[in-house]
C-alpha cells in the first residue's frame, strides 16, 4: 500500500477529547510534528475526523 505523510497544523486546544485522541492515534501530539502511515480505511477515517488540523503531503 501506498504511504502518506501527515503534518499537523491545527492546535488540539478547545478541541473535544474523541478529536486529540484522534491525533494521538495518527501519531500527532503536537504542532508541526509529521507522521508517516499507511494509506488505509481507518486512517483514511480518522483523517476525516481531523482534516481541520491536517495537512496530507502523498
Known amino acids: 500500500m501506498a504511504k502518506i505523510k501527515l ?3 491545527g492546535s488540539p486546544i478547545r478541541r473535544t477529547a ?3 485522541a ?3 492515534g495518527l501519531g ?3 504542532m508541526h510534528r509529521m507522521s508517516e502511515l ?3 480505511p481507518e486512517v483514511q477515517g ?3 475526523k481531523v482534516r481541520h488540523m491536517v495537512e496530507v503531503q502523498r
Open 38 to 40: 499507511e494509506d488505509s
Open 18 to 20: 474523541d478529536q486529540r
Open 28 to 30: 500527532l501530539n503536537k
Open 7 to 9: 503534518k499537523q497544523t
Open 22 to 24: 484522534t491525533l494521538i
Open 46 to 48: 480518522m483523517l476525516r
